[in-house]
């Protein structure tokens, strides 16, 4: 498959794990904030998403923690599968109508069985 | 309903040629944004159309460009390819509201050789 990044940090858990993936963001004007999954191969897909006005958000298996203070941004996935394997990214957006994500660098995300 | 389509997957071209690639949105989504993909840089984001028009652009040179179409298909162009511009190319399209979620096609690959 193809590789979306050779240099990035890498989080290798067994399966079962419950995992955290950290992203610090620096502009304290975005009011939209997205965690997105890219498998080999393929674009990122959406996974959840918050606003600025939450600090918590929960979905199916995974939560997304926002701390406006210290700008820092986690997913944590619960019951990690190898199906989770694959680069994470979080986004940000200005609430300007305009649909311009500005990515973070990305983690890469292991599952052994 | 089908997904976010880009052709070509993907493409080999030389130094100093152009190339145009195509992004056919979401049926009913108006906005269709350009992003880079490099190992070193990660997501860029190149620009954005929204019916039609181009309502954001990224900080890349004047050799990428773009435009939409009014069924809200999009293209781009490269022109004056230069090695540096060997990338994944991915396109998102979303309804063009503030806090929409944006959804990503499998992106291009171009290499320049």
């Known amino acids: 498959g193809e590789s979306v990044g050779l240099h990035l940090p890498t989080l290798s858990v067994q399966e079962g794990d419950n995992s955290i993936i950290n992203c610090a963001y620096s502009?304290?004007?975005?009011?939209?904030f997205i965690w997105y999954k890219q498998e080999s191969g393929k674009g990122p897909q959406f996974i959840i998403d918050i606003r600025s006005n939450m600090d918590k958000r929960q979905g199916q298996r995974v939560t997304v923690l926002l701390n406006k203070t210290v700008k820092h941004l986690s997913l944590q996935i619960a019951a990690t599968q190898p199906g989770d394997s694959a680069v994470y990214f979080c986004?940000?957006?200005?609430?300007?109508?305009?649909?311009?994500?500005?990515f973070g660098k990305g983690t890469m995300l292991l599952v052994s069985p | 309903k089908a997904g976010v389509t880009q052709t070509p997957r993907y493409l080999i071209k030389t130094r100093g040629q152009q190339v145009t690639l195509s992004c056919s949105p979401i049926s009913g989504h108006r906005s269709v944004s350009w992003y880079q993909q490099t190992p070193g840089q990660g997501l860029q984001f190149l620009f954005e159309?929204?019916?039609?028009?181009?309502?954001n652009k990224g900080n890349f040179p004047g050799r990428f460009s773009g435009r939409q179409f009014s069924n809200s298909r999009s293209e781009m162009n490269v022109s004056t390819l230069e090695l540096g511009d060997s990338a994944l190319y991915l396109c998102a399209s979303s309804l063009g509201g503030a806090n929409t979620e944006a959804f990503f096609g499998q992106g291009t690959r171009l290499t320049v050789v």
């Open positions: 159309y929204f019916s039609e028009t181009q309502r």
């Open positions: 502009n304290s004007a975005s009011d939209y």
């Open positions: 986004a940000e957006k200005r609430n300007s109508g305009y649909s311009t994500l500005t």
